[in-house]
């Protein structure tokens, strides 16, 4: 019968189908040893609705079906927690469990007949001053009469003060009397039941009484009431309604039901009852001395909860519930099991038509709207899971679509804060974390100061604890494996060379979740190679939708800020509405604000693209909603409406072609090369004039400026250019032709520089400059180095591979440097000499040259800061002596734990770990639980927070070694993140970019550095910056101006007066400083 559903389906489709097994459904590992297993399997899936005794028989359908018809792919399944999508015929199939029952006023009702009175007298009287055990059953293998004559064997021999106390009416039903196999079962039983009542029986008395036959419904009736103890050792039973006859005799009596654990009835039953292990003969007869003295209180106690349940689980309750159920699933035709129903085929995306769209739309003006996800997306699995930045390509790109005032750019990942911030928080783009929970708005560059928002309230993560073990149990048992704890989530990810193994563990994984897992506000999930744990209720469509509508509101008007709550609430209300998993469908989320998304859409174009679970599919159907046709009546696509290059959308998944997306792209590589093309039109877009602001003069056109900014001061220098590090081990091995010079011979070159800068490098020197091994200008770096303290920030350098791209893409000098993550500070020796100070005093000498050269290497990443912490934390456990504290290495993150360690240990290794932390890991936060402590990602820390750790520290170390008071850290580089050196240290920044930065010096490229450098040391030799610590007299030279303007240049002696003969005023710094002159 198992195949019939599909021969029927395939009869007729339009058929409402309904399929129950009476008896347990096998596990996978015997389904797995059938040759014609795919068969029954898709037979079954053909009904509309299966339907099973208990929840374990449903886990093993699910797993047999996720086995051997595998997940995935064409001809595969997708599990949901209501059912099974199937991928071959397009259809969701209802799993759910219909526990049978009885009609118990049945049986109440004949107890009250006369012919079942008389019987219950007859047999009062035979058994007086006898306890009885009643065991009804089949003569089949299953219900384990051999096992149950064992084990009332061994009690009698291990109890005999029972014999000729205790009788036991056993009842075998004659059942496949032909079949050789149940022939032998039946000879068994009766040399079992014949060698025990020889051993503890008497002429008076025997302990069994054996009937191999049926009885009538009356005596039946009869010997319920009268039984003591109801005796059910079965294998492996369906449901076994006898426990359920019974407990619906017995309200009077109150009897004690002793029910294999193997039995349906137990999951129903097993609170009231006293379960067994039918193998274990030792234990069955522990129990049944139990049950023969229970306590008539505890019986009562026992007996009420299992009456109270088959009152309300009847045979009329259970078939009207397994039909309402068929009539929901055949009405609804998108009947959801999970967020599966919806996915269709995906064409792939056709990339020319997204560019061209996208130079249509620079030209119409229309506001674009960029949706990318994270993993499989902008980076590839192997570099998240080693926990590396994205590649200097993608960020590049993504900042230069971020730039453009037309874009809004949302980047969602299922990953935390943290990690979220790591990779993209100095961008001004909006960040989505753990699959929706959390929303980052834009941050201004270079200020990482926008705060993390909770769309969901009152989450509860206390479920986490419970199921990291099982996490672990997983991990540690199928070889490549990895858990990532986040927050509020837990994922294992098995993208591993060993595919089908591993589907096997993570479909045991997540049936074993969402059982163990129970009434905690969760959802399970498995795709995309990853099995997820996650608050009920939260998706990337929900966290798009709340972020949509407070773009929508601000450029159409209405309620500022839309309620993310009241979006995850209509999500909700919706979801249960339907008994599917909670999704955030387009037209809740659309309509939960204040007016409809679609009709306050301003967004004329839009992209999406991302590798998604299907729980997040409605990432696409939310943006799907913006666009309503009212010609169509309907959201159509934009294959059905044709291509219309002025408002367009296209929906992308990644990675696979079942999705609500309407195209796809095959990998991470396919989704970079089509943000390198949109990059570079929309900076071919700003080079013809469509985007770019006006030009503004580099530091070299405004240094008289600059000039107000340094008399007088002792200057510092932080560099972080390309090419500083080369150049800076250049000047450690050439650095002493230049220490016997006279201070004043730094001026010797002023003459050409001025004719350099006045008429500006040509296209060739530019070249030889950018290629030269020490940076392009070595004398220059040596000698700035010689006159200033100077220290170089490190870098991890892209690798081979990525430079020859960028350099492939024409990206060298048009479009932003790459930058590597920060890896330590080099502070170079200083001085050579003492005499750049102008000291006579000899000891005062020796203590200002005591600056050595010195390295601070710095974690680059949250991966190498926590495996650095992992490391010391070992070493400083190991000198506490804390023998009985452990730390767990949890990939993401890792824990300290306390358990079984004394009080005063634990309070030692508290303050030692956090003291760790806070001073040596200040990207890591430790919070503390009852018996361990969590270290992992700060949240907070961003790139900003990196680079006021870099100047603090150097400066600190730069002036404490030097004996240095109020001095000027410069920073010439190309990290934005560095311009906080001026809210620090009321510091300067000239950054090194590609063109001006607001309210800041810059410099057009990397080749300007040297001139800069020439500047200087002029204005050093000239007595303009400090010598000695005391303001110079002289009056310094004119400065040489680049390309600026005739006007600065007349007006300049007017300014530059010595310092004696100047008013004291304080004169305006375009570098965001007040400077008294």
Known sequence: LMLLPKYLRDASPQLSIGWFLHTPFATSEMYRTLPHREEILRGILGADLCGFHIYDYVRHFHTSCARVLTIGGDQGITEGNDGIFDHASRRSICVDTFPIGIEPHKFEEALETKAVKDKIIEMQRRFDGKKVLLGIDRLDYVKGLPHKLKALEYFLKNYPQWRGKVVLLQIAVPSRTEVPGYQKLRSNVHRLVSRINGTYGSLDDVPIHYLDQSMGFNELCALYFRADVMFVTSLRDGMNLVSFEFIACQKKRCGVLVLSEFAGAAQALGAGALLINPYNTDDVAVTLHQALNMPQKEREDRFMYMHAHILSHTSQEWAEQFVASLRHARQTSNYDAGPFSELSEAKQLPTHNVVASYKASENSGGARLIVLGLMGTLIDYDSFMNME??????????????????????????????????????????????????????????????????????????????????????????????????????????????????????????????????????????????????????????????????????????????????????????????????????????????????????????????????????????????????????????????????????????????????????????????????????????????????????????????????????????????????????????????????????????????????????????????????GGFPSEFIKLVTLYPTAVVTRQTAAPEEREGRSESGGGDSLPRDLGEISGVRILPFPRTSSQFGSRNTEDKDRRATLQEQTIDYEASYGVALESCNAKLTEKLKEIGAQHVTIEDNNFSMSVVLRGASDEEQTIVREAVLEMVRTEFPMLRCTEGRQALEVRPDVDWNRAKAAKAVIETVVERMTEALGLRGVLPIYIGQDEAFRNIREVHDGIDILVTGGPAAQSYFLRDVSQVGQLFRWLTEQHGAGVTVRGGKLSRRQPPMPVLGAGSKHEARDWHSRALPARAQPRHVAPDMSGNRHSQ
């Not at 679609?598 to 990432?619: I, Q, S, Y």
């Open 389 to 774: 930045p994205l590649l200097p390509s993608v960020r590049r790109n993504l900042a230069t679509l971020a730039l453009v005032p037309n874009n809004t750019v949302v980047v969602c990942s299922g990953r935390e804060r943290a990690l979220m911030n790591e990779w993209l928080g100095d961008l001004p783009i909006w960040l989505v974390a753990e699959n929706g929970l959390f929303i980052r708005p834009p941050t201004e560059t270079g200020d990482g100061a926008a705060a993390w928002e909770m769309l969901k309230d009152d989450i509860d993560n206390s479920w986490m604890d419970p199921l990291k073990s099982i996490f672990k149990y997983f991990e540690a048992r199928t070889p490549g494996t990895v858990t990532e704890m986040q927050e509020y989530t837990m994922t294992w990810h098995f993208n591993v060379d060993n595919d089908d193994f591993a589907e096997v563990q993570a479909g045991n994984l997540q049936t074993h979740l969402t059982k163990v897992s129970g009434r905690a506000p969760v959802e399970v999930g498995l795709d995309m190679k990853r099995v997820e744990v996650r608050p009920y209720g939260v998706s990337k469509g929900a966290a798009l939708a709340a972020i949509l509508d407070r773009l929508l509101c601000t450029r159409g008007g209405g309620s500022r800020f839309a309620s993310a709550n009241s979006l995850y609430a209509a999500s909700e209300s919706s979801s249960e509405s339907s008994s599917a998993l909670p999704m955030a469908s387009s037209t809740a989320l659309a309509h939960a604000a204040d007016g409809s998304l679609g009709e306050r859409n301003h967004f004329k174009w839009v992209l999406c693209v991302g590798e998604v679970m299907a729980r997040d599919e409605d990432l696409f159907t939310t943006l799907q909603g913006l666009f309503d046709y009212e010609d169509a009546g309907v959201n159509t696509s934009v294959s059905e409406r044709g291509f219309d290059a002025s408002n367009s959308l296209f929906t992308c998944c990644v990675a696979k072609t079942l999705s609500q997306a309407e195209y796809y792209l095959e990998d991470f590589n396919a989704t970079a090369g089509l943000l390198d093309l949109l990059a570079h039109v929309t900076h071919d877009a700003a080079q013809l004039g469509g985007s770019m602001s006006p030009q503004q003069p580099s530091v070299l056109e405004r240094l008289p400026q600059l000039l107000r900014a340094l008399v007088g001061k002792q200057l510092l220098f932080l560099l972080d250019y390309e090419g500083c590090e080369t150049a800076a081990e250049g000047s450690l091995r050439d650095s002493h032709a230049f220490n016997e010079r006279d201070d004043d011979a730094a001026s010797s070159n002023s003459g050409s520089f001025r004719r350099e800068s006045s008429a500006g490098p040509n296209r060739a020197s530019r070249s030889s400059l950018a290629s030269h091994p020490l």
